[in-house]
């Protein structure tokens, strides 16, 4: 069973920059698709960016040129690099993988929060 495991979220101020980091165990984790959501209070939640085994990225157009993803198969991990933070990006921030040969995330981490003040 897949296990995945969020770091890395705090408090800062706007304009600051956090890391995201998401260890993942159990499974063959180069094969997958990996992808970054988040969920603010009262909003649903929403897919942030993603990235293939290739290193092909994704971005929601709320943090392109803003965020970065990455992922280091050596070491089962993947990252978030936040930049220019704005209190809008704060939420609970969740990774996710799926198969390459699936549309839907079917393991999920334990969500870390990310909080940014004006």
């Known amino acids: 069973q897949v296990q995945l495991v969020e770091s890395g979220g705090g408090l800062v101020q706007a304009g600051g920059s956090l890391r995201l980091s998401c260890a993942a165990s159990?499974?063959?984790?180069?094969?997958?698709?990996m992808g970054w959501f988040r969920q603010a209070p009262g909003k649903e939640r929403e897919l942030v960016a993603t990235?293939?085994?290739?290193?092909?990225?994704s971005y929601a157009d709320s943090v392109k040129g803003r965020f970065t993803i990455s992922r280091d198969n050596a070491k089962n991990t993947m990252y978030l690099q936040m930049n220019g933070l704005k209190p809008e990006d704060t939420a609970v921030y969740y990774c996710?993988?799926?198969?390459?040969?699936?549309?839907?995330?079917?393991?999920w981490g334990q969500g870390t929060q990310v909080t940014v003040s004006s």
């Open positions: 159990g499974r063959t984790f180069s094969s997958t698709v």
């Open positions: 996710a993988l799926r198969s390459i040969f699936s549309q839907t995330f079917e393991s």
């Open positions: 990235i293939s085994p290739s290193d092909r990225t």
